[in-house]
């Protein structure tokens, strides 16, 4: 079975911003980049990085999880209902039964987002109303969290597990190299940061809790 890969996170975020009447502009000033920017996102040309993710999730109220699951976003608001806002491709992803998050997800059925700076996250499973992001996060050689470099916060409680590669987490004021093996947890409103210096792919389980909102 091959990833179930999730439909354009731009088509999700515009919906999102419109249904909210916020104007692109606007979204850009919040979370301090270029309005431009969030139009490639919106638009499908480019891909957020993790922080930028973050900062957009949070600035409309929403959860990084709902980006996973398109037939929360295109269930009926005045905007959703629009072909000119929602490509057909989500409105198939939310009628295909095969893509239904149940107790077991299979290893090749995970839900997977392609992010910027060489980031892959897989959904491992969702309980409808809890309060969690559990994913399998992927971070390439040279991948970054930022690719500006700057620290992100965001809600919730993180908890990773690193099962290979390396990865350097900065915390604050402090720097910290996780190994195989090794594990994290801190209140993700603590300016963070993640980057892959070495020449293998970064692998672990996150599990982020209290960021659905």
Not at 3 to 8: E, G, I, L, M, T
Not at 178 to 189: H, K, N, Q
Request: charged content about 20%; proline content about 6%; some cysteine.
């Amino acid at each position: 079975m091959s990833p179930a890969v999730v439909p354009p996170v731009g088509a999700r975020i515009r919906q999102a911003r419109l249904e909210r009447g916020r104007s692109l502009r606007a979204l850009a000033r919040e979370i301090g980049v270029s309005a431009s920017l969030v139009s490639q996102i919106e638009t499908g040309k480019s891909q957020p990085s993790v922080s930028t993710l973050y900062a957009i999730t949070t600035a409309l109220g929403i959860s990084v999880e709902s980006l996973f699951d398109a037939r929360e976003s295109v269930a009926a608001s005045p905007v959703a209902a629009s072909s000119a806002t929602v490509p057909h491709a989500l409105a198939a992803f939310a009628t295909d039964p095969e893509r239904r998050i149940g107790p077991l997800v299979a290893s090749g059925g995970r839900e997977t987002l392609e992010l910027d700076s060489g980031v892959v996250w897989e959904r491992l499973g969702r309980v409808p109303g809890a309060e969690a992001d559990f994913l399998l996060v992927t971070y390439r050689p040279g991948g970054s969290s930022s690719g500006s470099g700057g620290l992100m916060r965001h809600a919730g409680t993180e908890y990773g597990y690193l099962t290979a590669g390396e990865l350097v987490l900065t915390l604050g004021f402090e720097e910290y190299t996780l190994r195989a093996g090794d594990s994290v947890c801190f209140e993700s409103t603590t300016p963070h940061r993640y980057r892959n210096d070495g020449e293998v792919p970064a692998v672990g389980v996150w599990f982020v809790s209290g960021d659905v909102r």
